[in-house]
């Protein structure tokens, strides 16, 4: 095996996905503590110290309590490589979490165990299951009094239609949490309040006495007949159902105890598939193993640093191998740029990247060249297919007084357009200069305001538009966008997205029924590009 080879088969990338509050925060930092990159618990938490600011703007986010950012980790364990994406966790930000899980190879599902799969839970899954990547589960806040583990697993299977497999099984809860019995190794791990290291004792199999010993005895009948059912119900992990994402791995604990975190990250490292291969527009399928680079953007950030203005385009390393300074394509601009400043991302901190392999995330220091689905090659001729684009369910136009600050809104709402805050429409009358823009939640709108108040020094209003979803339509057969050039049928009022595709905005859902009757030959699409 090569060198580089081997580098790219050590990597694993990964993001995790929760319901807000689920722990998400907590249990990063956890593995980024279990994992040796830092020191001290509460070295990352950003919501109420302020450690985590990692830009300016999070001071909105820490204002509402909410994640807003993505940002990515890395760190070495155990040999491995290991890519940590971390997903906002309003639903608001749906999209944004969508794109940085198309650069993700498995993901980790966080559940409160008291609260099982909840709303946000479920939405990001299902852009899991589209994309049929491995998914792990963990049930988090065992120390406190939660769902007996068997509803949990069923809650999962019933909403969610993917099988658990549990390698781990709690030998009790809330207060009386002990610990975990692991079903593989054959060990039982005891935790307690304020030790470090959990004391790992090997055993024969549940039936075991040690097991009744460390076992609350009023939980003892229970465990062994969930035992006897999950022998017979539940067998190993199979490999191939879940790298096709139709089973996950579980396991239980409690993130703010560390309880747990250890064993989730051994079984990521035992079971997280390496780098994927991703599929080109000529559905040519990309090799990570091959020699030449080749990557996507994903996500664009603008003023992480405010005091330097900059704007970091985020890639995914698809394929081979990247090296500071050197020469790569950029398809969409069919032009020759010199990749010099690239960072990664250590917890909080960024340092610069000499190289980079297939699965790894690098920052590239933007000035304007990027946008999100942008393909960056070594040359070779390749264009990784669209980030879909979600249906607004949003739309306004923004005014402001000072008619001398116009051009300056224009760009503000530009740029935050290319970085995928929001979604921008123009009128084919009234022209570029006063576009409609969409979003998906409200806190998205609150977001632009604060950023264009804030990075641009723009006072701005907002005026709502009566829309509520906008339709891509294609021509049947065939999946053709139409063009800006083409018109529908009937009254539809017609948009131009930022592709030059055409866009249908309508008030209501409902209203796409007529849409159809008018147009038979066109089909009418959610999103652009799925
Ligand atoms: P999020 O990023 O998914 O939104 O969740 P976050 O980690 O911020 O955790 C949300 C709350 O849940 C926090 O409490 C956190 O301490 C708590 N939590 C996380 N893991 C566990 C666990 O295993 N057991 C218990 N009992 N609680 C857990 P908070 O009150 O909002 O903040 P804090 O004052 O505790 O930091």
């Known amino acids: 095996m090569t060198n580089l080879q081997s580098e790219i088969k050590r990597r694993k990338t990964f993001a995790i996905i929760s319901h807000p509050d689920a722990g998400k925060t907590t249990i990063t930092e956890k593995i980024l503590y279990n994992g040796g990159v830092i020191r001290e618990a509460g070295e990352v938490k950003g919501k109420s110290g302020k450690k985590a600011a990692t830009s300016d703007w999070m001071a909105l986010e820490q204002q509402r309590g909410v994640s807003i950012t993505s940002s990515v980790m890395q760190f070495d364990h155990k040999g491995f490589r290991i890519n940590l994406l971390d997903t906002p966790g309003h639903v608001d930000f749906g999209e944004d979490t969508y794109r940085t899980l198309m650069a993700a190879d498995s993901a980790a599902m966080l559940i409160d165990a008291a609260k099982g799969v909840e709303k946000q839970t479920r939405k990001l899954f299902e852009v899991c299951s589209k ?8 049930a988090n806040k065992m120390d406190r009094e939660g769902k007996d583990p068997l509803e949990l697993i069923d809650d999962v299977e019933s909403t969610l239609g993917i099988k658990c497999i549990p390698i781990t099984w709690p030998m009790g809860m809330g207060d009386r949490f002990k610990g975990l019995f692991h079903r593989v190794e054959k060990s039982i791990y005891l935790y307690k309040l304020g030790q470090e290291d959990p004391e790992v004792i090997p055993v024969t199999g549940w039936q075991d006495e040690l097991v009744k010993k460390y076992l609350p005895e009023e939980f003892y009948d229970k465990f062994a007949e969930d035992m006897e059912l999950l022998d017979v119900a539940v067998g190993d992990v199979d490999m191939e159902s879940f790298l096709a994402g139709e089973v996950s791995p579980m396991t239980f604990g409690s993130a703010k105890n560390n309880w747990g975190v250890d064993i989730f990250l051994k079984m990521f490292i035992d079971l997280a ?13 990309v090799d990570p193993l091959s020699k030449n680079f080749s990557g996507f953007i994903f996500k664009i ?96 136009r923004l005014s402001i007084k ?11 709402v530009q740029q935050l357009a290319e970085e995928g805050a929001i979604q921008i429409f123009i009128d084919p009358i009234v022209g570029d200069q006063d576009p409609i823009i969409g979003v998906i939640g409200e806190l998205q709108f609150e977001v632009l305001l604060y950023r264009l108040n804030d ?23 065939g999946g053709l966008p139409l063009s800006q050039t083409e018109r529908l049928k009937g009254s539809a009022r017609t948009f131009i997205d930022k592709s030059g595709h055409l866009v249908a905005l309508l008030s209501s859902e409902w209203d796409q029924g007529w849409l159809e009757k008018e147009n038979p030959e066109v089909s009418f699409h959610t999103s652009e590009g799925l």
């Open 131 to 138: 994309r049929k990547i491995p998914i792990f589960t963990f």
């Open 273 to 285: 598939p390496g780098p994927a291969g991703y599929m080109s527009q000529n559905k040519e399928l």
């Open 301 to 396: 950030q603008a003023n992480m640093d405010k005091r330097h203005r900059d704007r970091v385009a985020f890639l995914r390393v698809c394929s081979g191998r990247f090296e500071r300074g050197m020469k790569v394509t950029h398809q969409r601009l069919n032009r020759e740029l010199r990749l010099s400043y690239a960072n990664q991302f250590q917890a909080q901190d960024r340092e610069t990247v000499e190289e980079a392999f297939a699965g790894d995330i690098i920052g590239i220091v933007d000035t304007g060249n990027y946008q999100i689905g942008d393909t960056i090659t070594d040359g070779k001729k390749l264009k990784f297919q669209d980030m879909p684009r979600f249906s607004p369910e949003l739309f306004a």
């Open 402 to 412: 000072d008619p001398l600050k116009k051009k300056q809104l224009q760009k503000g």
């Open 455 to 477: 990075e641009y020094k723009l006072n701005v209003k907002l005026e709502k538009m009566p829309f509520a979803v906008a339709r891509w339509p294609r021509h049947k057969p």
